[in-house]
């Protein structure tokens, strides 16, 4: 699986708005491997007020980027075969294959999750975004200060796994002899929640009860 997240110069590509980041993380049995995919775009336009607001990327830096002609490929090949796992993926794979069908490339045909819509399926008339989500799992997402699309991708990552119910990521045991020396496995990897600690009353009284 990839865990892909864009960011635009706005909201609407009929208004001609164009990506200027692209992040993806791969899953392997819903633990992250090292192989990531991520780039700056220079979007050939002005960024939207609303737009520069969420993620802070301004004109003249990325104007000094690559375009997406320049990258396409590379993209295509990175997500090839894998299913895509993307929050509010209407938004992300309309703007990516809108910037496809500039170039003349077949569109995106990858299977997609969307996790908005689980969120909406499994918490109705509760808030469904991406900072909710990190706040109802417990999900450190202090370091989203700006909406990026690797930091995305990230908290995405860990929101994913608790929506799906896999509170802890699945191991192949068969494939791996030796988990420990698994790539995919590391026994200093630190816990995506908080850990609250009991205080030395909290301790005693504990004691007292038993």
Do not use: M, W
Not at 41 to 55: G, T
Not at 82 to 94: P, Q, S, T
Request: charged share 30%; net charge neutral.
């Amino acid at each position: 699986e990839v865990i892909l997240d864009t960011e635009t110069t706005g909201l609407s590509i009929h208004e001609g708005h164009r990506i200027v980041e692209i992040g993806c993380i791969e899953l392997k049995d819903l633990i992250p491997t090292k192989k990531k995919f991520h780039c700056y775009l220079n979007p050939e336009r002005k960024v939207s007020e609303e737009a520069f607001k969420v993620h802070g990327y301004s004109d003249d830096f990325l104007s000094k980027q690559k375009k997406f002609v320049d990258i396409a490929d590379e993209f295509l090949k990175f997500i090839e075969g894998k299913r895509l796992v993307i929050h509010n993926a209407e938004f992300d794979i309309g703007h990516l294959n809108n910037e496809l069908s500039i170039l003349g490339k077949t569109k995106i045909n990858e299977q997609v999750i969307d996790t908005l819509q689980i969120a909406r399926e499994k918490f109705p008339g509760s808030s469904t975004s991406l900072d909710a989500l990190c706040k109802r799992y417990n999900i450190d997402n202090s370091r989203r200060t700006k909406h990026t699309a690797l930091i995305d991708c990230e908290l995405l990552s860990k929101v994913y796994i608790n929506l799906i119910d896999q509170k802890e990521p699945t191991l192949d045991f068969q494939s791996n002899k030796d988990v420990k020396q698994s790539k995919n496995f590391n026994l200093n990897k630190e816990y995506n929640k908080g850990v609250v600690k009991p205080t030395n009353e909290e301790l005693r009284l504990h004691k007292e009860y038993l």
